[in-house]
């Protein structure tokens, strides 16, 4: 399967940008779509943007105009650039990544990965 590792989190100021990465590793035969994910204390996870193998996105209304998701197939890693950040942005943001890779005997088999998370925090 896939192993994710999110980079670039940190400390700003409300109306500052940071972009996040993150890079995708292992034995798999593809990676169909992958997303940022997120989860702030007291609530549940849930998604900021996703974007396919062609380029196709999708995004939460609360980050559309602010935030952009971008891929590098070649690379297998996708980012996040998040401008004019708000205190509510302030999250764990976490990276994930469905594809399929080659299971028991050769089997093409779907997986869907998440990474560790990388936290955003957003001042005031």
């Known amino acids: 399967q896939a192993q994710l590792v999110e980079s670039g989190g940190g400390l700003v100021q409300a109306g500052g940008s940071l972009r996040l990465s993150c890079a995708a590793s292992?034995?798999?035969?593809?990676?169909?779509?992958m997303g940022w994910y997120r989860q702030a204390p007291g609530k549940q996870r849930e998604l900021v943007a996703t974007?396919?193998?062609?380029?196709?996105?999708d995004y939460t209304d609360s980050v559309k105009g602010r935030f952009t998701i971008s891929r590098d197939n070649a690379k297998n890693a996708i980012h996040l650039q998040m401008n004019s950040l708000k205190p509510e942005d302030t999250a764990v943001y976490y990276c994930?990544?469905?594809?399929?890779?080659?299971?028991?005997?050769?089997?093409?088999?779907?997986?869907?990965?998440w990474g560790q998370g990388t936290q955003v925090t957003v001042s005031s």
């Open positions: 974007i396919t193998s062609r380029g196709s996105t």
């Open positions: 994930n990544a469905d594809g399929f890779y080659s299971g028991g005997y050769g089997v093409r088999t779907l997986f869907n990965s």
């Open positions: 292992g034995r798999f035969l593809s990676i169909n779509t």
